[in-house]
């Protein structure tokens, strides 16, 4: 009998100690290699000043997309954006006072040792679902999270790359382009050769019945990073069409392929799976998805290119709106 008991008790020991490793096993394989939160209920101030916390960096930089001169400071001033009780900051000393904390799936989420019950913790993502990447931060972490932040309409908090809104200040656009002085059709600015949209295939078929000088990795023209400013005014004044083709046919993913154009004197010509006629300015644009063939569209840039009056007609929106920064956008939301 007490032999019995004692190989029951022993027994229990095991049981005991193989529960405890499933239950860690699960719990490591929920949480990932990141040590878990102690949970602290608290509850937010609703007279204070809200805080924005970065806690992880975005793509290695620590102060994400804000300026030094932004970070810590009332948003107060800013255009298109009437809150003013709103701070950024990358100060984790302040996680305690935090009532966001943003998180971007391409860094390593090492986490707070606390998690404080009046914070929402935020994942911020502005690739498409195509990237691996933005699959794995799902997978993985995707309980700890409780708002989305990212270009789709339907996140919790939509941040574009860029927004164009209505200026509170209009006029005429009296700037007229003699399109005698741009010499040549089409530029195409790309570093990703082989994409999920293919956008190369139909580059490669347009270019036979239209000039398109590409720069970049897949082509035979080139423009550092560091000199994009300078490349775009030579593009402005060279071309009459910049392609603002993306890398992924995604709802609402319009990039910076199409808002660093829209600030010069260039017509982007866009394929992507973005509301262009929602998201940019009205007669902005032209969507090679609205041509049966890229010979289609190809036949149409020739056409307009040589017709000042409707070319000029696709800069006649720029008195009516302003730009406003991601940095800007997110911030106020």
Known sequence: ?????????????????VSLFVFLLLISKYFGEYPTSSVVCTKASENRTKVILLWTTWFDKKSWFFSKSELGRSLSGKKSCPITDCVVTDDQSRLREADVVLFHYKDPPYWPTTRYTHQYYGHFVQEPPGDRGWFSFIEKY?????ITINFRHDADIFVPYSVLVP????????????????????????SHCG?????????????KHIDVDIYGKCGTHRCPRTRTHSCLEYWENTYKFYLAFENNICDDYI????????????????LGGGNYSRDAPTHSVINARDFNSPKDLANFLLELGEDDERYNGYFRWKTSYESVSMSEWLSCR
């Open 1 to 17: 009998m007490t032999s019995t008991r004692l190989w029951r008790r022993q027994n229990y020991k095991y049981v005991l100690v």
């Open 167 to 190: 200026a509170k200040k209009r006029g005429e656009y009296k700037q007229r382009i003699a399109l005698a002085s741009k010499r040549k059709s089409v530029v195409w600015p790309v």
């Open 195 to 207: 994409t999920s949209s293919q956008r190369e295939v139909y580059v490669e078929e347009l270019s």
């Open 255 to 270: 990039t910076e392929k199409l808002f660093q154009p829209l600030e010069y004197e260039l017509v982007p010509v866009v």
């Open 142 to 146: 995707e309980g700890r999270m409780n």
